[in-house]
């Protein structure tokens, strides 16, 4: 499902009075606060959803597939998403 399949299907919704610009607006606009926030180093929690956030990985040895030799992987920082029990749940049914 890409970006535009749920405007869509939010303009289509008979809850929703809003037309498919208004509501690429708003889902433009959640996006981009989600992503300042993990720029910042912020979580973002939304109930019965899931949560955003920032892990440091740590720094590790790793092996080359080609050659086998070790190789060094930084320390870095990496977008997580940890999904609430209720969709955990309800993907596992």
Same mark, same amino acid.
């Given at each position: 499902?890409?970006?535009?399949? +749920? ?6 919704? &008979?809850? +929703? ?13 959640? $996006? ?5 926030? $993990?720029? &910042? ?44 029990? $209720?969709?955990? &749940?309800?993907?596992?049914?």
């Amino acid at each position: 499902m890409t970006k535009a399949d +749920i405007v869509s299907k939010i303009a289509a919704s &008979n809850d +929703i009075n809003l037309n498919k610009k208004d509501v690429a607006a708003v889902v433009d606009g959640f $996006l981009e606060e989600i992503r300042k926030a $993990l720029y &910042n180093d912020q979580h973002v929690e939304i109930r019965r959803f899931g949560t955003f956030k920032v892990v440091v990985r740590k720094r590790r040895i790793a092996r080359n597939p080609h050659t086998g030799a070790a190789v060094t992987v930084p320390q870095r920082k990496v977008p997580v998403f940890k999904p609430s029990r $209720l969709v955990k &749940n309800k993907v596992a049914e």
